[in-house]
């Protein structure tokens, strides 16, 4: 009977851990976006070929806050990054400051 009770506080201790390990994973990758990345990040250029490995940002997307007239202005950016997560945090820039016109299609980071 004892060793029932053992065997049942162990896989409850075991399953404790397991989530606060999950919880604890989650709220790392949530907190591994920079957001110290300026919009103006990264390198203007053109469209690398395929199999590069080269990182592209791409953002389209209008900005809202032009009160003088009816008019959005179209906010348009395609730029080169070092690495994934200076990207990531560009994206999060400009999702701060700009409506993006579709969310899936129109901000987006991906390794050509």
Do not use: H
């Amino acid at each position: 009977m004892k060793i029932k009770q053992y065997a049942t506080i162990a896989l409850s201790a075991a399953l404790l851990a397991t989530l606060s390990f999950v919880s604890i994973s989650a709220n790392e990758a949530s907190a591994a976006v920079r957001k110290d990345v300026s919009e103006y990040a990264g390198e203007r250029c053109n469209t690398p070929p395929k199999g590069s490995g080269a990182i592209v940002g791409i953002f389209y997307g209008y900005d809202d806050r032009n009160l003088s007239d009816d008019r959005n202005v179209m906010v348009n950016r395609y730029r080169c990054f070092k690495t994934m997560n200076e990207c990531q945090g560009w994206l999060y820039t400009m999702n701060s400051k700009y409506l993006a016109t579709s969310l899936g299609r129109s901000a987006r980071c991906f390794i050509r």
